[in-house]
C-alpha cells in the first residue's frame, strides 16, 4: 500500500472559494490528510492567470505560464501564504509539517517562505496551539534558473521534488500539450539528454549535501524513463494513484 504522499496539491480549495478560503476549513481538511497518511508533503498553491480568480487577477496574461504564478504570486499576496501555513501547521499535531514551494527561481524565494513559516508557527504558539518545533520547506526544481541554482536551493531547502515534467517543457521550450505539433510533442514524450543531465546534477547535490530527493511527474510512467532515473540514482518516485500500479510494475521489471 502506499505509506507517503509525495505531493498534495492545495489548489483546489483556494479554486472552490474563488481564492478566499477559510483557515478554520482548510485546517479540518488538512487534519484529514494527516490522520490518513502522516508522511505527507503539501504543495503550496500553484495558482495562475487561467484559474480566473478575481481576488488575484482581473484578466488573463498574455503568457499564464510564465507570469503570476506558484511562489510568485504567494509573495505579491503574502496572505494566502500565511493562510495556507498556518492551516498546515495546526492540522500537523505531532507530524512534521513539509511544504513544497512551486516555481521556484531562487534561494529568496524559499527564504522567504521559510520567514513566514516560523512567524506562522510563533503566532500560533502564542495562540495556545499545540504546534511542532519546525517546519520543512522544500524547494520544486521545474525552472531552468533553479536547475542552474542546484547547489544554492538544495542547500537553504529541506528536501527537494523534481516535476520532471515541467522542467523538461522549460528545459527544452516545448509545450507537452501541443500535440497538433508533433515536432514539439514528441521532444517532450521521450528522455532527452538535458533532461537526464539535469536530474543527474539534481541528484548527485542531494547526496553530497544528505537532503531527500523525489521526483515527480506524469511521463514517469514512460517507457524507459523511470528505469533511466534508477540508473541515474534516484530512489524515490512520486505519481497520481491512477498510476501507481503501472509505475510500480516498470520499476520492478
Given at each position: 500500500g502506499v505509506n507517503s504522499v509525495g505531493m498534495y496539491r492545495t489548489e483546489l480549495p483556494v479554486i472552490q472559494r474563488q481564492g478566499r478560503p477559510?483557515?478554520?476549513?482548510?485546517?479540518?481538511?488538512?487534519q484529514q490528510v494527516f490522520n490518513a497518511c502522516?508522511?505527507?508533503?503539501?504543495?503550496?498553491?500553484?495558482?495562475k492567470s487561467t484559474h480566473s480568480l478575481q481576488a488575484f487577477s482581473s484578466s488573463e496574461e498574455p503568457n499564464p505560464a510564465l507570469g503570476l504564478r506558484g511562489v510568485r504570486l504567494l509573495r505579491e499576496f503574502p496572505d494566502?501564504?500565511?493562510?495556507?501555513?498556518?492551516?498546515i501547521i495546526r492540522a500537523a499535531g505531532n507530524n512534521i509539517p513539509r511544504v513544497a514551494v512551486p516555481f521556484v527561481a531562487d534561494i529568496d524565494d524559499i527564504n522567504e517562505v521559510r520567514h513566514y513559516a516560523e512567524g506562522c508557527r510563533e503566532e500560533l504558539r502564542l495562540e495556545g496551539e499545540s504546534v511542532p518545533h519546525f517546519v520543512e520547506v522544500g524547494c520544486i526544481f521545474e525552472t531552468p534558473?533553479?536547475?542552474l541554482l542546484a547547489r544554492d536551493l538544495i542547500q537553504v531547502?529541506?528536501?527537494s521534488l523534481v516535476d520532471v515534467d515541467t522542467l523538461a517543457e522549460s528545459l527544452l521550450m516545448c509545450d507537452r500539450s501541443s500535440s497538433s505539433h508533433p515536432y514539439v510533442f514528441n521532444r517532450t514524450r521521450v528522455v532527452h539528454p538535458v533532461t537526464l543531465r539535469a536530474i543527474r546534477k539534481?541528484?548527485?547535490?542531494?547526496?553530497?549535501?544528505?537532503?531527500?530527493?523525489c521526483i515527480v511527474g506524469e511521463s514517469l510512467v514512460q517507457e524507459g524513463l523511470s528505469q533511466l532515473l534508477v540508473g541515474v540514482g534516484v530512489r524515490r518516485f512520486g505519481v497520481r494513484p491512477a498510476l501507481l500500479r503501472q509505475a510500480h510494475a516498470m520499476l520492478t521489471e
Open positions: 477559510r483557515e478554520e476549513s482548510l485546517s479540518v481538511l488538512y502522516p508522511d505527507v508533503c503539501f504543495r503550496l498553491p500553484d495558482l494566502l501564504l500565511k493562510l495556507q501555513l498556518r492551516s534558473s533553479s536547475a531547502s529541506d528536501f539534481l541528484v548527485g547535490l542531494s547526496i553530497s549535501f544528505e537532503k531527500e530527493l
